[in-house]
């Protein structure tokens, strides 16, 4: 929410502190050697931080980042070399043509995930090991292309910043930013995407998120920081060497910051600490550096296997001794939905028509019609039916060989599934899908991020649905702290922000009590009164759909087999054989 | 399905072909023929590699980033028994059994404490062992220009008026008799239906009473196996250094992408099409410095071929 975008947290005020102790105190008390090393900490610092949102935030494991540090600082030198420009100038030049080298690796990135996507990742990062190999760092040398070696070149450096301790502070200043705009991203609409990306790409989609955006997003983020990084370690050094962007380099960075703790800064700052300072104090004390790679590889395994928030995690777990004064429970009896109406407010409908969905095989859906007129359907069938691969064809998540659905007379087939969003479709999942990232108010603000309303309108908005769905109290929880009931109440408070026009169930009573559900069902039969929208709804519980839906499409094996008023549905001799397995049950 | 093997093939055919013809036209055929043979025993090794890890991945969902650091500890200790002039089999030997002992070491102590965590995390577990050996190894043989001979490298074989040394002979012809040798494995031998099955689903294999540590224990020694017969070759064809035969499984991991990193007959194709290509780059003035980006241009196309028209929608399965 725009309030807290300039909320200072408590660990970011210690952050910020950290980052004032080295920018202010650190330059005087070390030697001309630690400067140095510091700087580049600071820089690789800023590099991880890359990767740690990626991985962190979105799940995703990208093994280019100090690949395009290296990019970065080609760049730097490169124009630093052939044109004169000032510092800074050139320092943009560098981070901006970097991102869109970050933007070129997204593309990959867009149709690949989890060990896929890392592999990708990491061919790149070869690639670019070999392309520094033979386009060298220039280190000197005339014009653009030009390359020297065997002399110590002049590096400009930004006026306010020309001794090494002035270049610390700039560095670390540097870095800072590079934090907050990490951060301020997290807390913006790309967070929010992020986070249910993280989550599910299909419930991303399904609350109107383009993916494919915000992914190529997070990208250029982390292409942008890399480049800024490459550009600044070029700016300490003068000169760089193909040998500090290996592949090998770019795995170390991503292993250290799961072994530092990729959530949180202190731990982006420790795996920065690991990669320089480490080597830096063995080589110090006369022991070989190869013995940091023993250090680190311990440090891996360990944070992997006992600690998966890294030592930061630990760190923190110590020192803030969990205030934990959770909020009470959602108590069903507690729910009063409005006036239960039923009575239809508009004559919409939604035409199914000849839906037909294969996999391999198996014919999941085979000629499915209905046109449903009624506020709230039901759709019910035995297990591996059909229904949800129903929902998905409504979704846009799995295309149907032919027919169409349209409603209102609109037909859906040419939107993509984060438009049909945007058009007012609403799903939950049978596994409810709550960012555990993200707190209530959050996961149904995701939803209506995209819409055109001020901001005052859409927290207004999603303040509404909260209320109607009785998780007021509940609105600054995080997802992670939320338990089943919960879970389903934000699905259906997600569903109806934002003028909804069709509202998809997917077995939203599922693993609930009886009381649980009977608050659900009260709640679903407002739904239509409150924004208008139809409700298709999947269940198991017969009862449930017998008293909210007021007609009801059966599918047995693909297949339709009745629909009409739900109560003529349900004593249908068909109907009970196929849930029952034999006719001999059915009487 | 048939249909798409098919375009893959001719795709592939196509694309070779023209690689070939672009790369060595003009070209004396006795030159391309000797880059040719160079380039299979390079692909070669970047095939054993691969197979080594998707012998493993199919079998127990690890992605095993330290195979190459097993097989630089094999070499390195092949290297130290030469050196103290050992019966040579012996030293050749140990190489391979240093390589297995260390990927036992890891699959029966330390893979069963990630046995449920998703592959990202397994594979880079594995990179910190590989680390590790890494981090060792480099401090005990200090950075020194070493070689590492065997006898074969100098008896040569003419072949179509070439001279082929005998070691790229075997390494070539390991990677094929291992390709079908472990094909024959999986398809008749009982263990072999049992890795199908857990590659198919572990959960439900499992459930079904395969015996999986029995079998996960086999495919660790298996590709410890491959692992430090691939590093002790490589340490005689390309270079004896630590970090340099760790920092091949990156290329290795090339090939098994070829695969899909499920069938090997693939990842076979594929190592040695992309050592060839590597090898053929150098007759190119312009491209001859890139040469060793092949490997990995080649795996990220093929990556993109194979995923074309998938949507990304349900979570789970990579």
Redesign the interface.
Known sequence: MNTHLFHVTRSGAAGLLFAAFACLIVPLVVGSFWLSVFTSTACFALAAAGTAFMYARLGM?SLTQVGLMGVGGWVMLRLNYAYGLPFEVNLILASLITMIFGMILAL?A???????L???T???A??LE??F??FQFPNGGGGFWGVETGRTPFMARPIVAVSDAAYLRYTVCVTTFGFLLIEMARRLNPGRAWAMIR????AA?AAGIN?TLYKTIAFALAGLIGGLAGGLLAGSLGLLDGGTF???ES??V??LT?VGGARYWLGVVIAAALFRIVPALLNNWGV?A????????????HA??TAPNGIAGQVLDVVTKKAAKPTPSIDPSQISAPTVQTAKTSDSTIEIDGIKVQFGGVLALNNVSACMAEPISGIIGPNGAGKTTLMNVFSG?VASKSGSISVDGFDLGSLS?HQRSEWGLRRSFQKEEISEDLTVAENVRVQIDTTRQSAADKKAEVARALAYVGMTTKARTSGADLNTFERRLTDIAKCIVGAPKLIMLDEPAGGLSIQETNALGDLILGIHAQTGAHVLLIDHDVDLIARVCSQTLVIDFGVPIAFGPTHAVLSDPKVKAAYLGTEEFAS | MARNTLINVALYVCAMTLIILLLGWGKPSKVLGLFFVSGLAVGSLYALGGIGLVVLYRATGV?N?ANGAAGAAGAMTAWQLAQWQIWPPIAWLSSILVALLISLFYGRL?AP??AW?????K???T??????????V??IW?DDPRSLTLPTDKIGVRLLGLRVTVTRLIVFGTSIALVIGIWAYLKYTAIGLQMRSLANDRDLSALIGIPILRVETIAWTLSGVIAGFTGLMFGDLIRLEP?VIT?MV??S??AA?CGR?EHLSLVLIGGLSMGVIESLLTLSPLLK?????A???I??LV??WY??G??????G??
């Open positions: 494991v990959p867009l149709r690949l995930r989890g060990l896929y890392a592999l990708v990491l061919m790149a070869g690639g070999i392309i190999a033979t989550r599910s790409e299909a989609m993916v290996r592949a090998s795995i170390m991503f292993a799961v070989d190869d013995l940091s790679f023993v250090i680190f590889g311990a440090g891996l395994l992997v296997i998540f599934p | 992605l980033l330390i404490l990630l965590r998703e592959p990202v995390v594979a880079v577990a990179l910190g062992f590989a680390l590790i050996i890494l981090g060792l480099s401090f200090v970090t920092f990156i290329p991991i090339a992408i990193l410095g890139v040469r060793p980006v490997p990995f241009a795996a990220a990556l993109l995923q074309r998938n949507r990304l929608t349900f979570g399965g990579d």
